[in-house]
């Protein structure tokens, strides 16, 4: 099955493969460099720049006026964002690759208005193809049990035991293991008491094969926000009353809260000091805490190279 590529523009408008005629048998996306500087022998630095890749397509249309109307798109679709210089995404398997289309070679276009071979060339300055994986936590009540209200203190924010399926267990003093290869099937033995949601806790999943940079929103009303992810703190020094939020980015390094009226505060200077809140967020699974109290909306991003392979 040929592989499905999609241009989309600034504005959202966009063509894809597959589709309307446009076919692509091979292309240049997947192709990657790393430039590299040396001194006396050894490879000092690497670096992405500037970068071309080659994206050929052959436009194969049922009529004349299908034709048509598909070569002119595609020409007016990538055109606006170079006006604009405001680039566009292609996309393959769930990410995205940030570019123009800087150039388009046109062959075999006087056979037929339906037919016509076209190499684009896709220039970007941001070599790197990104996924998102989106997670949301919204403040929870306190979990009424047998007419009493079960809360969890803020402060209690132990890390999990991560297993299969996104099954939790808190840190106990003993083994939850058993030292066989034999699957092993939750739960491991009858206890009294059973297993609940713990309150201001999840378990999240990077699937990057390393750590992610991240935009992680924090919405109020909160006082000194306080995140733990596998273990590491993520504290601003604010106060963020309701309609208002608190975004981190940790590629770019900001700290901006936007207020009820879209207004914006540069909270860099409140950021914990002690632990850095820009620091990547690992691979695998990790446990959020938190008070539980506040919502929060976690954006990280898997990067690559290339695109991930997939059927």
Request: hydrophobic letters at 40%; glycine letters at 8%; a positive charge.
């Given at each position: 099955m040929l592989e499905k590529i999609m241009y989309r523009n600034h504005l959202g408008e966009s063509v894809e493969t597959a589709k309307d005629g446009i076919y692509a048998n091979y292309h240049e996306l997947r192709d990657y460099r790393w430039e590299y500087e040396s001194n006396a022998?050894?490879?000092?630095?690497?670096?992405?720049?500037?970068?071309?890749?080659?994206?050929?397509?052959?436009?194969?249309?049922?009529t004349e006026e299908q034709g048509i109307e598909?070569?002119?798109?595609i020409m007016e679709i990538a055109e606006k964002d170079i006006l604009a210089r405001q680039p566009g995404e292609i996309w393959i398997s769930g990410y995205c690759l940030k570019g123009y289309v800087t150039q388009s070679k046109k062959g075999s276009f006087l056979i037929s208005q339906c037919y016509m071979t076209a190499d684009l060339t896709i220039t970007t300055d941001d070599p790197v193809w990104r996924r998102e994986m989106n997670y949301h936590f919204l403040p929870e009540d306190a979990v009424q049990e047998d007419g009493e209200i079960v809360t969890e203190p803020e402060e209690?924010?132990?890390?999990?035991?991560?297993?299969?399926?996104?099954?939790?267990?808190?840190d106990y003093p003993f083994d939850l293991y058993h030292s066989t290869?034999?699957?092993v099937r939750h739960p491991l033995?009858?206890?009294?008491?059973d297993f609940r949601r713990i309150r201001g806790r999840r378990v999240i999943n990077n699937e990057a094969f390393t750590g992610s940079d991240f935009i992680m929103t924090i919405w109020g009303f909160v006082d000194r926000p306080r995140i733990l992810i596998s273990g590491h703190p993520y504290e601003v020094d604010a106060l963020i009353y309701e309609g208002e939020r608190v975004v981190i980015d940790s590629?770019?390094?900001?700290?901006?809260?936007?207020?009820?009226?879209?207004?914006?505060?540069?909270?860099?200077?409140?950021?914990?000091?002690?632990?850095?809140?820009?620091?990547?967020?690992?691979?695998g699974y990790q446990t959020v805490s938190w008070a539980g109290t506040f919502g929060i909306?976690?954006?990280?991003?898997?990067?690559?190279s290339e695109p991930k392979w997939s059927l």
């Open positions: 022998g050894c490879i000092t630095r690497f670096s992405r720049g500037i970068i071309d890749k080659t994206l050929p397509l052959v436009i194969f249309c049922e598909t070569k002119n798109r209690q924010l132990e890390a999990v035991l991560p297993l299969e399926h996104g099954c939790v267990f808190a290869f034999k699957r033995f009858d206890l009294p008491f590629a770019a390094g900001t700290v901006i809260k936007i207020g009820r009226m879209g207004e914006e505060t540069n909270l860099y200077n409140a950021r914990g000091k002690e632990y850095s809140v820009f620091e990547k967020i690992p691979s909306d976690l954006t990280i991003y898997d990067e690559r």
